[in-house]
């Protein structure tokens, strides 16, 4: 296996959080170094309001580039909802990431979903 990718649904989330670009960015600061990574560049976060012609809520989508591949995170302020996926070709303590996430954003729900990513790599 290449290695591991999570993916993350956080639910009921706090909505000042969520739209808060300078929060976000110290998240995605913070989170590599916790679980044992390496950023290669600094966060790079981006606030969208939202389009009231087709119905987008707004939200902030952001991401690092970790030596070991990468970390997103998307929020969607109106529905209280946070997606973020941690793609790593190290293993990662996942309780520590879930727990620290939950915390940060202020979630009442999570939903998980692990996936091995490149199986036939050597």
């Given at each position: ?85 941690i793609?790593?070709?190290?293993e ?20 998980r ?10």
């Open positions: 296996m290449f290695g591991p990718h999570v993916t993350f649904d956080f639910y009921g989330c706090n909505p000042k959080k969520l739209s808060d670009t300078k929060f976000i960015h110290n998240i995605l600061d913070e989170l590599p170094e916790m679980i044992g990574m390496h950023k290669i560049s600094d966060p790079n976060v981006t606030f969208f309001p939202g389009n009231p012609i087709s119905f987008d809520k707004g939200g902030v989508s952001a991401f690092v580039l970790i030596a070991e591949s990468h970390i997103t995170i998307h929020t969607f302020i109106q529905d209280r909802f946070a997606s973020v996926d793609f790593s070709c190290n990662f303590d996942i309780e520590k990431s879930t727990k620290y996430l939950m915390e940060k954003l202020g979630a009442k729900k999570v939903e979903n692990f996936i091995e990513r490149g199986n036939e790599f050597v």
